[in-house]
């Protein structure tokens, strides 16, 4: 009785980091279980740990090397576990209350709205029960393509529908991990392959309400009025593959004098496009990217901390916070007291957010930067890589993951599971409920910039 009254007294937010708590540790005893590993596999504690927070996150960081660590029971398991961060606690959780026809009550919908980032209580069960149905669609088209295609790499069925099934799962949920023992680059040179991966990492990183508007707009009735895609997805998209196309460009620019002057035209744009496309939140790739210069890891770097979009399976500071502080500068440089995009106006909390957002971020990533250049025997540049890509939930790595420290692992563990829960929800987490305001002072102003 005591544990339900002191549930009734936490916020939503706090409730739904204590279920991702509760589903890092049910991750990590599940990964713990003998049947999941190969024989010989040594398993500690903070490496299991480890994995579960990354698999939870869906970042793809490891300190182990996955296909040498599990056997084929627990690289279900693993697929499984990405299934909870990928698609949501909230999304799995409000599709199992159906199932036992539970009624989906007040209590319920403000959880699913603190999990999806949303700012409505309305049409939460249909919009659970839509990217519930979209993602495993998109695993289920992505697995039998890929599952067909690699039967040419690997002699039977099984391990080609497996690898399949795997590489489908993680590219959708942008979670990273692969079981090839080296990710993409086996298929550096194998273009469908690598643009399957890329339309299944854009779909899971792009937004759900993006993928739901797209996909009500497709089945409209022709004969209604005019469809019209709310501000959210405009800038979403636009953002979102403006970062994918400048990122494409910077890397080849950047790379032509190195990785990429041995390389012809269409290796150079595959090589350029997938490091870019992976860097909002996919964490595969098709080449070691410690090849790259120094301007193009701090580049990727960059893009990492951005991340994916608001309400996928992303994590960083999300393209629409970067959109509207950029648009916010650039408006004040104009002497504009409000910014317009797209024939609306932005919203003065959403301005304020992605600012406090953004300071958060980089002070969070910089504090970790610190700590780490401080402890652990690496370039700053890897660290910053390692710090951004954890942050992100993107799992890319210049290869320190597994050297870390445990007091280093443990940072980059507390940066996954901040990354996917994301900033708004850790600051609204310790502050509980919000307290309210009695009385207000007199306004002053002072002086800044």
Excluded at 269 to 295: C, H, I, K, P, W
Excluded at 358 to 381: N, Q, W, Y
């Amino acid at each position: 009785m005591k544990i339900k009254e002191k549930a009734t007294e936490l916020s939503s937010v706090q409730l739904i980091v204590l279920f991702y708590l509760a589903a890092v540790v049910l991750a990590t005893i599940l990964l713990s279980l003998p049947i999941a590993h190969q024989n010989d596999v040594k398993w500690s504690f903070i490496d299991a740990l480890f994995t579960a927070v990354s698999a939870i996150s869906v970042t793809g960081l490891t300190v182990v090397s996955t296909a040498d660590t599990f056997s084929t029971t627990g690289t279900y398991i693993l697929a499984f576990v990405l299934q909870f961060g990928g698609i949501g606690i909230m999304t799995l959780g409000t599709f199992i209350w159906l199932l036992m026809g539970k009624k989906i009550g007040m209590k319920e919908r403000q959880l699913i709205s603190t999990d999806q980032n949303r700012g409505t209580l309305a049409g939460l069960v249909k919009l659970m029960r839509q990217i519930l149905g979209l993602i495993l669609l998109f695993e289920a088209i992505g697995t039998v393509i890929l599952g067909l295609y690699l039967l040419k790499y690997y002699p039977s069925w099984q391990e080609a529908f497996l690898q399949g099934f795997f590489a489908s799962v993680s590219a959708t949920t942008n979670a990273g991990f692969d079981i090839t023992g080296n990710s993409l680059v086996p298929y550096a040179n194998d273009y469908f392959v690598q643009t399957i991966n890329m339309l299944l990492l854009i779909l899971g990183a792009i937004g759900f309400p993006v993928l739901i508007e797209l996909k009500e707009y497709l089945f409209r009735r022709k004969e209604t009025m005019v469809y019209r895609f709310s501000l959210f997805t405009k800038v979403t998209t636009l953002t979102f593959f403006i970062l994918v196309i400048l990122g494409t460009g910077l890397i080849w620019l950047f790379e032509l004098g190195n990785f990429m002057q041995d390389k012809t035209w269409d290796q150079a744009l595959f090589y350029s496009l997938f490091q870019s496309v992976t860097t909002r939140n996919g964490g595969l790739a098709t080449m070691d990217v410690s090849e790259f210069t120094l301007s193009t890891q701090l580049l990727l770097s960059l893009l990492m901390f951005i991340g994916a979009s608001p309400s996928s399976v992303g994590g960083g500071i999300r393209t629409t916070t970067f959109a509207v502080a950029l648009l916010t500068v650039i408006h004040f440089a104009k002497g504009r007291k409000s910014v317009k995009v797209f024939g609306r106006e932005l919203v003065t909390d959403d301005i304020i957010k992605s600012f406090i957002v953004i300071f958060t971020a980089t002070g969070m990533c910089g504090l970790a930067v610190v700590i780490l250049a401080a402890t652990e025997p690496f370039p700053l540049t890897a660290i910053i890589f390692e710090v951004t890509s954890a942050f992100g939930t993107t799992g890319l790595s210049l290869g320190i993951t597994p050297e870390l420290s445990t007091p280093g692992k443990c940072i980059i563990i507390f940066l996954m599971f901040v990354g996917r829960i994301g900033i708004i929800s850790f600051l609204l987490m310790m502050r509980g409920k919000a307290p309210v305001e009695r009385y207000h002072y007199p306004k002053e102003q002072i002086i800044t910039g």
